[in-house]
């Protein structure tokens, strides 16, 4: 079967990333990767609109990658179809639209997409390289965090998207330098009792996970940062798993520095210092929600969902 290239952009509240692969006899072979920290969502949970700044910042990125793209395309073939989906910050945002019309003169047309989609579409991608297996996808993001249960290669079984991400909870909760262990308290007992209902029924209704997954920055970051990766390297990330007693170790440590003393942390990437102690939290909680000792990190996760989903697969 003929190779068919698709693009996946992935605007998050944190980060926007880029995604162009072949789709060949059911498989991605992977042409370009690039992400840029670009916080679409910052101020959002607090003002409810996008802020200008943070829209051109967007807007200039993907630009970028509308020019890579434009220089992957094959000659003779049909233009590289693009999807573009917005998520969290872009859900809350009262000037969406804003947005939108920016990313257009781009030749790029986003779509913004409701939490249950986001979910269903990181449990494609990530659950690919675990056919069977019972998973809970773990997909912490700067506005939400998806929790999706099902089995690896099938249709999720339960998902669920939270109001519940790594900016947010910093914004929201964390506002000293380093955080205080009484706003440390008070944002892990929100995100407790927030999830807990929900991971209770899941389980309730049958709901089991033999590994848990996890995808996006926070997850791969727990990896770097143990292994003091002075270079990120996605294949020694993927597939690596991270044990609760890592991840509570590691969380210490952040949570216990200056953001100046975070930004340097080897494995770190430093703008992503700033919301990193919450999106370890969120992790951690999760893990103990559902008992589970650690968490496999993927590579694999919207991106690759939605590529695999715009060629039917």
């Known amino acids: 079967m003929k190779a068919k290239r ?9 980060t926007c990333r880029l995604l162009v692969a072949d789709v060949v006899d059911g498989s991605l072979d992977e042409h370009l990767r690039r992400v840029e920290i670009t916080n679409l969502g910052q101020d959002v949970d607090k003002t409810g609109v996008l802020r200008e700044d943070a829209i051109g910042r967007v807007s200039r990125t993907i630009a ?11 000659k003779g073939e049909p233009e590289i179809p693009v999807t573009a ?10 000037n969406a639209q804003e947005l ?49 249960f099902g089995r690896g290669g099938e249709d999720p079984e339960f998902r669920h998207s939270f109001d519940i991400g790594c900016r947010r909870v910093t914004e929201r909760f964390l506002p000293s330098d380093p955080p205080t262990a009484k706003e440390l308290d008070a944002a892990a007992a929100w995100i407790r009792e927030t999830m807990k209902p929900v991971v209770a029924r899941a389980l309730a209704e049958g709901c089991a996970c033999d590994r848990v997954v996890a995808v996006a920055g926070t997850a ?5 940062i143990d292994s003091k990766m002075a270079v990120y390297d996605p294949a020694q990330v993927d597939g690596s798993f991270v044990s609760l007693e890592t ?3 590691i969380y210490a440590e952040l949570a216990s520095m200056p953001l100046a003393e975070r930004e340097r942390v080897v494995g770190l990437e430093p703008k992503r210092a700033p919301v990193i102690v919450a999106g370890a ?15 496999t990190v993927s590579e694999s996760d919207i991106l690759q969902g939605i590529i695999m989903d715009a060629a039917g697969l």
């Open 6 to 14: 698709f693009a996946a952009i992935d605007i998050g509240t944190v």
């Open 64 to 74: 970028e990658y509308r020019s890579c793209i434009d220089a992957l395309q094959p």
């Open 85 to 94: 989906l917005a998520t969290s910050a872009s859900r809350d945002a009262k």
């Open 100 to 148: 939108i019309d920016e990313l257009a003169k781009s030749r790029v047309s986003l779509c913004v997409i409701p939490g249950e989609r986001e979910a269903a579409l990181s449990f494609k991608g990530a659950s690919s390289a675990y056919t069977g297996e019972r998973l809970l996808v773990v997909d912490v993001g700067g506005g939400s965090t998806e929790l999706v």
């Open 220 to 224: 791969t970051s727990m990896v770097s």
């Open 247 to 249: 991840l509570k170790r």
């Open 281 to 295: 939290l969120i992790l951690q909680i999760v893990l103990e929600l559902v008992g589970a000792p650690g968490f």
